[in-house]
């Protein structure tokens, strides 16, 4: 009598331990597939994607007409946070000379990031680190581009800003 009384208090101790834990369980799935629920939502209903490290977030874009001249860009939402930063260039003539140049602009000085001379196709992507220049109480790099032409002709090209 005493093993089986033994045996049946082992069994009823082992199923209040087992059920809670089991109900907690579910419970707690499901407030997360709740969760997740509102947050798939709450992402679909903005138009903001959040910057992440490893991605290329789209900035903006520009078009502009390249001769013998230079355009400059110098607008705060092409800064950068720091890393990578890509430029792509679509709609160039293969038989033109672009000349891409990037600095970051302080009141008081100005420090070259990247340069070079695209001599024929200029169409591509172009990527530089943007690292060693992010500074100020903004902790952006404040980026200004300027695109030179020797161009004949004219060539309308799209320039994207990725950081």
Do not use: C
Not at 111 to 133: H, K, M, Q
């Amino acid at each position: 009598m005493e093993k089986s009384a033994l045996k049946s208090f082992m069994v009823g101790l082992i199923a209040a331990m087992v059920i809670p834990i089991t109900t907690y369980a579910t419970e707690e799935a499901q407030i997360n597939e709740e969760q997740i629920g509102e947050a798939q939502t709450n992402e679909e209903q903005t138009d903001v994607s959040p910057f992440g490290a490893g991605e290329w977030d789209f900035l903006g874009s520009e078009n502009i007409r390249l001769g013998d001249d230079t355009v400059v860009i110098d607008d705060s939402k092409y800064w950068s946070g720091g890393g990578d930063y890509k430029i792509r260039i679509s709609g160039a003539n293969s038989i033109n000379v672009i000349t891409i140049w990037v600095s970051e602009e302080d009141p008081t000085s100005s420090i070259p990031v990247y340069g070079r001379t695209l001599n024929g196709n200029a169409n591509g992507e172009y990527e530089f680190s943007t690292r060693d220049v992010v500074d100020g109480s903004n902790n952006k790099a404040e980026l200004k581009f300027e695109f030179t032409g020797a161009l004949q002709p004219y060539d309308d090209i799209v320039v994207e800003f990725y950081d």
